[in-house]
């Protein structure tokens, strides 16, 4: 689903994975067998990074970490 990219600045390469952007509509059209476990997105319409359990999604939050 997500690309990793690497950026080289000032003699330190640095790693980041971009993660897919969806609205709540568009995660809950995606086919269950699209969906593993760990499944991650950046949901659009509640600008939470999201997970999905294999059952449900579930939102990251401060205090869920």
């Known amino acids: 689903l997500g690309d990793v990219y690497k950026r080289q600045s000032d003699d330190i390469t640095r790693r980041f994975?971009?993660?897919?952007?969806?609205?709540?509509?568009?995660?809950?059209?995606?086919?269950?067998?699209?969906?593993?476990?760990g499944a991650?997105?950046?949901?659009?319409?509640?600008?939470?990074?999201?997970?999905?359990?294999?059952?449900s999604w579930r939102e990251i939050t401060d205090t869920s970490v």
Do not use: E
């Open 17 to 37: 994975m971009v993660l897919p952007k969806l609205t709540t509509s568009q995660r809950n059209s995606l086919a269950g067998a699209a969906v593993t476990d």
């Open 40 to 55: 991650l997105i950046y949901n659009i319409s509640t600008n939470h990074l999201q997970f999905y359990n294999g059952s």
